[in-house]
């Protein structure tokens, strides 16, 4: 649930990436009510902790120059 109604956003996307996110909640959303999760099953509570475990070695990973997690 979002803080407050002003933090509802509607973001357009493309069909492949509506796609994705079916496809990844299918795996996840029986678990927990997030789309992505750790590997213990838990939410990622806060951008920090991606940060820290997987975006900086994905980026790395894709040869793709460090950019801000938004």
């Known amino acids: ?7 509802i956003r509607t973001v357009e996307m493309i069909d492949a990436v509506i796609e994705f996110f079916q496809n990844q909640y299918e795996l996840t959303g029986l678990k ?14 806060d ?8 975006w900086m070695r994905t980026l790395k990973e894709a040869n793709i120059e460090y950019r801000p997690l938004y």
């Open 32 to 45: 927990n009510s997030y789309v992505f999760l750790t590997k213990t099953d838990n939410s990622f509570y």
């Open 1 to 7: 649930m979002p803080k407050t109604t002003s933090s």
């Open 47 to 54: 951008a920090k902790t991606i940060r820290a475990h997987s």
